[in-house]
């Protein structure tokens, strides 16, 4: 009976201790762990109403640990793919995509080992599909491309739409190839101020292509409504050699008289600087 009554006054203390401790006790699963580490049996409130603050993921230590392994494959992916080690370097891509990083990026490369000859275009299009199907940029590209090429238009517009448009898949200025197989598929249908249009905004994003056919659009004119601009395709013919291509590069004549904007007489002391005129 003595034992009883221990027990029982015992237990009472620990429901008074317990009643005074719990108003004080943080109930979120970060700030929970925080508070009661000695505790290895805490678990976070599932009740909605319990919690004080918006609950955020816990990093363990080992889904850490396999995020940097996952990032350290892929790191070693991109180093054999660059040396030509494809087959090596997609299988290190796939146990990184295992692992849940970068599962669009394995997606991306599988297309491109499918598109070396000798090519296999369909098996190109059910990865690159998947791929896109994650909002990947790279895969929802070439996906168009590939439907552009197969002269597919309607399904290349669609694909690559999501991309070139700005702040969609291909980020705050668009993809500039997406917006350069735009402006093409629109020159080969005769559309051109369109194709224009396309080709400005993939110019405007680097890429030197498109520079060249602005250079030659502006100092050709055309019937279509593009008049004939001699300073707006000096303009980007210079742009393009400054941005490294051979035949801009080798037309640009430094020293001539010709009036220039600050930026395109920047343009030519950087080529100057680099030895390339």
Known sequence: ATVAAMVTGLAAVSLVTAALVWPCTRVTAVEGQEDLRGATDFKPSRFVHCQTEPVEPVDFPGEQLLRHIAAWEFQEAATAWN????????????????????????????????????????????????????????????LGKIHLALGHHAKAEDWLSRTAQPHRYGGTYGDSLAQWFLAEMNFQGGALRKAVRWWKRSAENGDVDAMMRLAQVFSEGHPAGIPQEAMRASHWFLAAAANGHPSAISKVKFGDEVARSVVEERWLHDMEDRGWL
């Open 83 to 142: 040396l030509q080690l494809l087959l090596p370097a997609i299988k290190l891509f796939g146990r990184s995509a295992q692992k849940g990083y970068e599962v669009g990026e394995y997606c991306f490369r599988w297309g491109q080992y499918h598109e070396l000859p000798p090519a296999d275009i369909q098996q190109a299009i059910r990865w690159y599909a998947r791929g896109a199907r994650m909002n990947h940029m790279g895969c929802t590209t070439m």
